[in-house]
DNA sequence: GATGAATGAGTATTCATTCAT
DNA sequence: CATGAATGAATACTCATTCAT
């Protein structure tokens, strides 16, 4: 009888969270009332502290689920993977996969604002990307190791270029309508082929 | 004698311009109150309007004034400069200046972020954005004619993706505070140099 | 037992417009503040909105209250009344009941002000006053074929004049501090009376 | 050289008041701004104060202007008129006229309805109207001396009920867009003759 | 748990009026 | 006299959050 409950709690918690990142994707963190929160997810305007004590909990959760997500997929690559340079690849791929979802795309731009103003999405939002990094940087550890990319390069520093990258393709996708992930995606794996490539070879 | 207006007219707009801007990059757009920009401003609350239909409009303003630096900057560059490799590589020097200033960037991810809400900021932007990567594409064109680059690479794609590496720097700037972009710099050129090179040879 | 809703919420618009009329009979519809309204129906600032959308609205609730209760009135006549004339006679002793109090003149013309700003509050006054004339039309013709009035009187325009002298009672009443209802109403009588009269005989 | 002021001063008085009166015709008195007064004057914001203290100052003078005119109307009429059932009837074709000038009626109810709140404005409005029922008494004691109308009248409280009928017709042409004074002057000549005439006698 | 009515702090903007020039 | 920049008080409305039922 009592187990129930958290069962209800998480089910319930996660119809707030779809409907509210729906809601932010479509008008924004700010521009979205609890009301609007409430009523896409069915429920009443006083119930929905039951389960977030405030909206910002909401956007925070938003943001530490995005985190355990990038963390999680980092730790399911095998690290006896025998091609790490096709797992950093992929892993754009994946990304561009991401990009290429509107809703998407649009509410990690939000999160991403929320990071200057409420220290705990930031601390998510750091936590993930330093795990995406770290995972980056071990896999072009073992690439070097393997020869398949430049040795002298400085794992997480390209790590770190990595992930300008990809940040730059969520703005973009603000700022620019004509970009357009899914016919980039092969120019992104590009770039970084030749960034990451043994000098004296070409791409 | 009478109509000295103009001028006193563009130094207050400048004066609350700058104020503003200060309070936006220190507690973002909308958290900045009129009041604070007036007092910021020395001003009184009403005669802020005398300047500003409303609080839009001089976000608006900023973005506008954004823009037109871009355009200046690149119609500045000598069309037949001797090293048009070295003009993009220089625009990235200078763009990591600007990156390395705190309020100039924040205020950058605030305008940026106003663009998805307010669609006179989303234009500024979106022709500043513009005029950047024309100008970026003509250059490119014109190394890949002096045989400074892979001459396979499509200019205006290029230039997308330079566009792509510069958003992401200042996306960085907000997610990672260990990014240092003094530091970076080289490491930006090192990146574009790369991707921009002839394949077969090194960077 | 859930959905008790609809009663209160109507006791509660009844409420707020009791409490708004005072307040506009008093000071003035624009004179009014939301905040008066609010502390004179006893609830926070806020609540006034779940139940009005705008202070405007209010004013409309009003009009359109107005409007129904002077539909109902003339509905309400028996449509074969054996004395039409007495019938209009005595809407006007009514008229006459209303404008003697303070408070329910001063709010009519309020309402009157208003219907020049405010194109809903425009339409209810006009289906009032429609409504009105239509039923002082009908009895009027009544009156006519039971050879109580003259009959070369055409009816509508006799309604029209009628509606003039009501609206000039509540005009004299905001000019004329003189003009007592009470003591004028047998005054109205006579002058409609006379107005409507054969000719050929007296009052 | 010093006389020369009073008259500029008067001129500029006017051109306000003239510019004020189009204005509050038009948008109402609460809703015009001084700006625009001043704009439709073409003067300065400043300057509209140095000849009128205050915005109500305007229509304060508006008002007494009308007071005025008024009783300058009746002053005007011979005392020994041999008909003065008919400069009665005269006088009503006359305010008709200014009846049929939409700007002209919009002007009269916004004076009427500041009557309610100045009190600058209410003296000058009931003065205007006491000028108004004086000298309509007057007029129909002389009638009634001269047997053109019922000996029985009250001329002060017959003089009351036909500005009753003269605020009505005022109040018509706000209520009801189908009203045309131009049309119903003969009407109201006619209301008024059989109101005042003698018991026995037709229209 | 659920409801939705109630709370009340917070804010951009307007505009009559003043006053230095 | 004229200008127009500056003032600052005043106000409707929003919305996250609480709490009685």
């Not at 209800?8 to 009332?33: L, N, P, S, V, W």
């Not at 939000?110 to 939002?125: D, F, H, I, K, Y």
């Not at 990319?149 to 004509?178: E, H, M, N, Y």
Request: glycine fraction near 6%; charge should be negative.
């Amino acid at each position: 009888m009592r187990k129930v409950d958290p069962e209800r709690q998480q089910a319930k918690r996660r119809q707030i969270i779809e409907a509210a990142a729906d809601c932010f994707a479509r008008r924004g963190f700010h521009a979205t009332t609890t009301a609007e929160i409430c009523a896409a997810a069915g429920m009443s305007p006083g119930n929905l502290f039951h389960y977030f004590a405030s909206k910002n909990a909401i956007i925070e959760a938003i943001a530490e689920e995005e985190w355990r997500d990038t963390a999680a997929y980092f730790a399911a690559i095998d690290r006896d993977t025998p091609d790490p340079l096709e797992a950093v690849l992929s892993f754009l791929d994946v990304v561009m996969v991401f990009a290429a979802d509107r809703s998407y795309s649009r509410l990690a731009l939000e999160v991403a604002a929320e990071t200057l103003r409420n220290p705990v999405v930031g601390t998510s939002v750091a936590a993930g990307d330093a795990a995406m990094r770290d995972g980056l940087a071990a896999l072009l550890r073992q690439a070097a190791a393997r020869g398949q990319i430049d040795p002298d390069l400085d794992p997480a520093q390209c790590a770190k270029w990595i992930a300008v990258l990809i940040d730059g393709v969520f703005s973009r996708l603000a700022l620019d309508t004509g970009f357009d992930p899914v016919h980039e995606a092969p120019m992104l794996r590009r770039v970084v082929s030749r960034f990451l490539a043994k000098p004296g070879r070409g791409a």
